[in-house]
């Protein structure tokens, strides 16, 4: 009856499937398709007692079983006759009698589908493929993609399929941030400086260009090589403390997004890294500083920052640490402008760090093209300059001066500063328009 109704070719691909249960007193048999036939739309023919109906719970089990054989969105076909104790049948829940409930259903259904899914496996030793003749003039793709020089082999043929958890992200135009500690002896942007402003340093005021490099004379390319044991030492801690593992997803990973003002996310390989980007940034800055030690360009303040009023202002945070006992906090001030005037000369020579006679800051270092600090950490990395170098020995005062700056440049903006900044910026841009 199945073939004259629905054809041959679901015929020959159907499979005898038969289940009993006495305790639940029911009994199965039926007919259903093998993993060689598929259709667009799912047919199942149900008998309870006799009688044709519909049972959604059934259908949904019975495709269960298929989606592990068939291709997406493709169903079988089945044929089931079960026969159940009247009493435990109820055809009143629909008004034409198609779709009815019977007793202990779940168990049912669970029985029908280990029988199904027991036939499908003892059935699934071979499985048949169509293939299509080329059309006359047509090209095989094995052939075409050899002759184009794209296949790596004439036997192969096929192009290996790329599953979702195995793409990269990748974006030609993105940065990483070992780009800025591999910079040649020539083409060096540290005599290009930038201009940029900053609203929220009172004291210090605006940062304008600057093209002139703090040791270079104007036009003059040239790397100055400073060969200083103590900053050689220091790069080669740096080297030997490198993980190889960090240092392989740092050096090739692809940037996903920011999570927040603190937290960003990178991708390496098939690998997701949540990162501590000021943590990241404080070693980033610090091997540059080592890296470009005695080379940096210089960030031109447009208002000399006055050492006294830094110091005053760094006093009064509780970051300082400040207490009655350390002394008046104007005597102290005026010692740490007199401190650094002493050592003027060493840090503007190897820092770029210019301080003018009239105990004011003049100018920093340029580290990365296009960044300026944020300057509302200023006052307090001057304080810090006097407390937390060690002046007395070379090494230890460049590796404590280099990590003191780098996490004055990785220092993030005051919750609300970012979104002034853009506010300004908007407004700036309509009104140029």
């Not at 350390?326 to 840090?347: H, N, R, T, W």
Request: charged letters at 25%; glycine letters at 6%.
């Amino acid at each position: 009856n199945i073939r004259t109704v629905f054809g041959g070719a679901i015929a020959k691909e159907l499979l005898q499937v038969s289940c009993s249960d006495e305790r639940l007193q029911f009994e199965c048999t039926g007919l259903v398709s093998n993993a060689n036939y598929s259709a667009k739309r799912c047919t199942m023919l149900l008998f309870i007692n006799h009688r044709l109906v519909e049972s959604t719970t059934l259908r949904k089990a019975v495709e269960g079983v298929y989606s592990s054989y068939l291709p997406k969105h493709m169903h079988p076909f089945s044929y089931l006759s079960l026969q159940i104790a009247p009493q435990n049948v109820d055809v009143n829940i629909h008004p034409t009698k198609h779709e009815v409930r019977f007793l202990h259903e779940d168990a049912i259904v669970e029985a029908v589908q280990k029988a199904v899914e027991a036939k499908l496996l003892g059935s699934n030793a071979s499985r048949t493929f169509y293939t299509q003749s080329l059309l006359p003039g047509a090209t095989a793709a094995g052939i075409t993609k050899e002759a184009s020089g794209g296949g790596s082999s004439a036997e192969g043929g096929a192009i290996s399929r790329v599953y979702d958890h195995s793409l990269v992200r990748t974006d030609s135009k993105e940065q990483k941030l070992i780009k800025y500690l591999s910079r040649g002896s020539n083409g060096d942007k540290d005599d290009s400086n930038m201009a940029a402003t900053d609203d929220t340093a009172k004291t210090s005021g605006d940062a304008k260009k600057q093209n002139k490099s703090s040791h270079n004379s104007e036009g003059d390319n040239i790397r100055r090589v400073l060969r200083l044991t103590s900053v050689q030492r220091l790069l080669d801690e740096v080297s030997k403390g490198c993980h190889r593992g960090i240092h392989d997803i740092l050096r090739n990973h692809s940037f996903v997004g920011c999570v927040d003002n603190n937290l960003a996310l990178i991708q390496h390989a098939t690998h997701l890294y949540l990162t501590r980007t000021q943590h990241l940034c404080e070693q980033m800055f610090y091997q540059i500083m080592l890296n470009d030690f005695g080379n940096f360009g210089v960030i031109k303040l447009s208002t000399p920052a006055p050492l006294r009023e830094l110091s005053l202002l760094a006093l009064e945070q509780p970051e300082s640490g400040w207490s009655p006992a350390d002394g008046p906090k104007e005597d102290l001030a005026d010692y740490i402008v007199s401190f650094l005037q002493s050592k003027s000369a060493m840090l503007s020579d190897y820092f770029s760090f210019t301080i003018d006679d009239a105990g004011c800051l003049c100018t920093l270092p340029y580290l990365i093209d296009e960044f300026v600090p944020c300057m509302t950490g200023l006052p307090l990395y001057i304080l810090r300059l006097t407390t937390e170098v060690s002046w007395d020995s070379e090494e230890n005062c460049f590796k404590s001066f280099c990590q003191e700056t780098a996490k004055f440049y990785a220092s993030p903006p005051l919750p609300g500063e970012e979104d002034d900044k853009m506010q300004q910026q908007h407004e700036e841009n309509k009104n140029k328009s």
